[in-house]
């Protein structure tokens, strides 16, 4: 299975939607298409929506620490929200829970960054 990338903007935020596989041949495709997205929108905070994102390796995780640094530099937050077990793992594994927030879903990070859903 391959991946999917929804992009979604809405005020101030970037909404990345990924459902299927982020492994080393979809990393740089979706690196290429996210920045496109921020240099193309105007957009400060970004929400990444692992509901549907089935597995990632260390090239996904790669790809998200990378945009995390970006988004950071800007002075924005970057969040993920409803994350599938089986990736929660890797993330917990490597430690990004420390520099990235966790939210449970979509409509309560898009709150927290002040945007009504």
């Known amino acids: 299975m391959s991946l999917h990338a929804d992009f979604i903007v809405k005020e101030n935020v970037l909404l990345v939607r990924l459902e299927g596989e982020l492994d080393h041949h979809e990393a740089s495709r979706l690196r290429e298409a996210w920045q496109q997205e921020l240099a ?58 420390k520099i990235v927030k966790l939210v449970d879903n979509e409509t309560f990070a898009l709150e927290m960054l002040g945007v009504a859903s």
Request: aromatic share 6%.
């Open 40 to 97: 193309n929108n105007n957009v400060g905070h970004v929400i990444v929506n692992l509901e549907k994102l089935t597995f990632m390796d260390s090239s996904g995780l790669g790809v998200m620490l990378g945009r995390y640094k970006e988004v950071q530099a800007s002075g924005s937050e970057m969040v993920i929200c409803s994350i599938s077990p089986e990736v929660r793992r890797l993330f917990d594994l490597s430690g990004m829970f």
